[in-house]
């Protein structure tokens, strides 16, 4: 069974920094794309970052330049890290896996960006 536990939300100004971490067990980790969504309150869950078991990135474009996708194979974890945060941010975030026709998701993690 496919677990994804996300950690690393939490209330910053606008400006700072956080980093996000997804810790995946029960799956071959090194195959599963990873990616990191987010949905704000009142509107529909967006793909903010993603990376392939090949290390490809994507990213919104609402946050290139500023957030950095990143894995580590050994410990089965995905991050981002956050940068020049702004209050359009604030959403809850979640960690996503997905192989072929296969997708777990997270149970979610708040981020809030105070002005």
């Known amino acids: 069974q496919v677990q994804l536990v996300e950690s690393g939300g939490g209330l910053v100004q606008s400006g700072g920094s956080l980093r996000l971490s997804c810790a995946a067990s029960g799956l071959i980790f090194r195959v599963y794309d990873m990616g990191w969504y987010r949905q704000a309150p009142g509107k529909e869950r967006e793909l903010v970052a993603a990376i392939t078991s090949g290390r490809i990135t994507n990213y919104a474009d609402s946050v290139k330049g500023r957030f950095t996708i990143s894995r580590d194979n050994v410990k089965n974890t995905v991050y981002l890290q956050m940068n020049n945060l702004k209050p359009e941010d604030t959403a809850v975030y979640y960690c996503?896996?997905?192989?072929?026709?296969?997708?777990?998701w997270g149970q979610g993690t708040q981020v809030t960006v105070s002005s």
């Open positions: 996503n896996a997905r192989s072929g026709l296969r997708s777990s």
